[in-house]
């Protein structure tokens, strides 16, 4: 008689079991370079955009959802699928503008940790950044799988910091909860750069890349737990984790984007100052508006959430440029075992904090890095809505019927959003 095989430790039971992918992707969303965005956002318009963060919840919930399924499902991250079903013009298309854009966004990142240090204790910012690469490289290269997730697990503790400032601050919430019910809306210029910015930080194709290939490394990592086109009675338990994950970690990313936009609205914009460039500026900005404590807060948190962002940037373009190429990749591989994949891991920081390092503005990287993501995201969101609708490659797991509308939602808006951004330039 066969011994039976072990159930693979999926069942929500425990709040700690089963939030991880999610919880981890949605939190590094809120990156200093998306405090950046989300401060300016407050700091010129007031609370007049906090209604976009309710819009993209349902959105990027929905596909990063798909996301996770399509790694769950197959056994494969979203490059590997791309490289095993599609023309290679598309997947190496797809990747390597991904892997430009996380190697600015990591410099931006990295940048605005320095800075935020050298406000809160001065020294050399160029020095913290070299430490703060180092820092991430470590943790990517000689840290456990297991002890690197439960270490950004614990970093997402860092975005209640934003939480802490807005009830500090004193919001007329009466005030912020008309802007969100009846919001003015308005065709300029700048308001649909705006809207453009929002959208383009909260649905980022690197949080894609990350939470399907997660999926792919918890499966290997829990006993007895298979893809499920190959164990298909997984399913439910499978399924039940990840929507509760990923919905979770989506609704704390884009409420802790709320409260950074409600905190620099009630500060900066009520006193007149509405030109935020970097996030280590609006912590400046908020020392003399609204005190020490308020500033301390707010820049510690700017290190905190790129502590969490930084393994998964450059992670995820390891996973995207390991699978292209066929590698052997993952966190839960050593090294010595998955040479390439680290090397990329330790080259991607290392070109982020090389950034640091030209005469490149940070501010113009900032908004490049936004572009491309928001650029490449549009491809990536099609491809994974066409080949998760597969039955070859989904098997009996294509999407359910609301799920899959909300993910041509999702890609549909964000296309909408590009070419808006693309009309405002030829303004």
Known sequence: MNAPTPKPEEKPSRLLQVLGPGLITGASDDDPSGIATY????????????????????????????????????????????????????SSGIVGA???????????????????????????????VCLFGLVSATLGLFTHYASTIAILRWLCLALLSYVACAFVVGVPWAEVGWAVVWPHLSARPEYVMAIVAVLGTTISPYLFFWQAEQEVEDSKEQAGSRPLIRAPEQASSAFARIRLDTYFGMALSNAVAFFIVVTTAATLHAHGVTNIQTSAAAAEALRAVAGRFTFVVFAAGIIGTGLLTLPVLSGSAAYAVGELFSWHVGLTRRPRRAKA?????????????????????????????????????????????HLSMRPSIMAGFTLPLPLKILGWVAAAAMAVTVLAMVATWLM
């Open 39 to 90: 401060s300016q956002v407050g700091a010129q318009f007031g609370y007049g955009l906090a209604w976009t963060l309710l819009l993209s919840y349902p959105l990027m919930a929905a596909i990063q959802e798909i996301s996770a399924r399509i790694g769950r499902v197959t056994g494969f991250g979203i490059a590997g699928n791309l490289r095993r079903h599609y023309p290679n013009w598309l």
């Open 98 to 128: 991904l892997l430009v854009a996380n190697i600015i966004n990591l410099g931006a990142d990295l940048g605005a940790m320095g800075a935020a240090l050298k406000l809160l204790i001065a020294g050399p910012d160029l020095l913290y």
């Open 341 to 385: 994949f680290y090397a990329v891991i330790a080259a991607a920081t290392a070109f982020g904090v090389a950034l640091n390092f030209t005469a490149i503005d940070p501010v113009k990287a900032l908004y490049w890095s936004a572009v491309l993501n928001g650029v490449v995201a549009v491809p990536v969101m099609f491809a994974m809505m």
